[in-house]
């Protein structure tokens, strides 16, 4: 009994030696001066196999944005795809409208944000 027991305690202890999950946190900013700033955190989940690396954006939490110059009527966040966000921001100055916001993407292990 002690064999079988050992044998499925080793197999578990194999199991997770393959597969071995991390999460790291990133700050993602930006300022448009005069115009606007956002800023939110970024959790990429990373999920790494013996043959084949896998990494995704978990979630997004704390975000904040605020205009510099005017205000934001509309906002929101949406998910494309597990290595995309994109923070949406419409931006109202005087009479006229504006669509701003930033793309976090996730390629290759490397975290990129763009000014939309």
């Known amino acids: 009994m002690k064999r079988i027991f050992l044998?499925?305690?080793?197999?578990?202890?194999?199991?997770?030696?393959?597969?071995v999950s991390a999460?790291?946190?990133y700050k993602?900013?930006?300022?448009?001066?005069?115009?606007?700033?956002?800023?939110y955190e970024v959790v990429?989940?990373?999920s790494y196999e013996v043959v084949v690396s896998h990494s995704q954006i978990k979630?997004?939490?704390k975000v904040k944005y605020r205009a510099i110059l005017g205000h934001l009527t509309h906002e929101y966040v949406s998910r494309p795809n597990k290595r995309t966000v994109i923070l949406h921001l419409t931006r109202k100055t005087g009479g006229s409208l504006k669509h701003v916001g930033l793309k976090t993407h996730l390629s290759k292990g490397k975290l990129t944000t763009t000014v939309i």
């Open 23 to 25: 999460s790291s946190i």
């Open 28 to 39: 993602v900013a930006h300022t448009t001066r005069g115009s606007w700033h956002a800023s």
């Open 59 to 61: 979630s997004v939490k």
């Open 44 to 46: 990429v989940s990373h």
């Open 7 to 19: 044998g499925f305690l080793v197999m578990f202890e194999l199991m997770g030696v393959n597969n």
